[in-house]
């Protein structure tokens, strides 16, 4: 028995079509744009969450946006940075008062130390301050690196001098060379020399009121590198001169006692060190001496001691007749010809009018 074999049905046959054969399109790429504020997407996000109603306000806020290749900054971030910026502000303002408020009951620290460590502290706040605003923004610094070397360099040209006011004014205070309350001599820009009381001395500038009430913003690095005399750096006490003049017939040791007696009777003038009279020289026309006395209150000036004293010693010399003289010449005339005429002439037109 002949057993014939069908073909496999599995084989293809010879008029089977080809399979066909496909290759996968990949769906086209969708660039997404850097956002620069990562952290008002996640506020965002945040708040759709919670809300419908808010996440839909805050789609359509985000939906007006400016875009520049794959920059994109929205009305949403701008709210967010704004809000935060603020918050920054006043995190840090009151940061700064609370810092304020706490040393200054501290007891141990002196004047001076306090305005150094609350200044201290007050960088430190703003610092942390910037820091957790840009950690919450999430801000992604490198989209800015296109201005970052334009605007680091107009920083440190604009702001060279503030830091280097800055760090004079805390070398200031911790050296302890100028302090508030401190009397200095100052300059004015016409070169006349006076006096006036620190009053405060700020990220900039030191604040120097006279006895007229005039306020001197001097920045904080003039006074570290030009000469500055401060008359309660060591001491309160300052010694003041009072110059007076006699006349030669007086008697000199009299003149001397009623000059102790004027200065001892000021009320501000101190009892030590003593008041202490020097005669200064033989001038023109008196014998002239110098009174030196102290007080230890400068800052309520040096004019007003100086007035009480003269006019004390005014009528001291008035009652015991020793004479305050004024400018006296001597005019010496030389005889010639010409004067000779003029003095006939003189003497005829004299002659006439009697």
Known sequence: MTVSASPPTDLPSESASPI???????APSTEVADEPVKGAEGIKDAVSEKSKTAGSIVETIDSFALQAGSFRLSAWDVLIVGLVIVGVFAFAKIGSRAAHSALSRATRLDQAQQVLFEKLLTLAIWVVSILIGIDILGIDLTALAVFSGAFGLAIGFGLQKTFGNLIAGIILLMDKSIKPGDVIAIADQA????????????IRAVSVTTRDQREYLIPNENLMINQVENWSYSSRNVRMQVEVGVSYEADLDRAEELMLEAARSAKRVLETPPPTVWLKEYGDSSVNFTIHCWIMDPEEGVGNVRSDVLKKLWWLLKENNIEIPFPQRDLN????EEFKQLIEV?????DASR
């Open 333 to 336: 005339l030389k005889g010639n």
């Open 191 to 202: 070169g006349n020399e006076t006096f006036g009381q620190i009053r405060k001395i700020g």
């Open 346 to 350: 003189l003497r005829g037109s004299s």
């Open 20 to 26: 066909a054969t496909t290759t996968p399109v990949s």
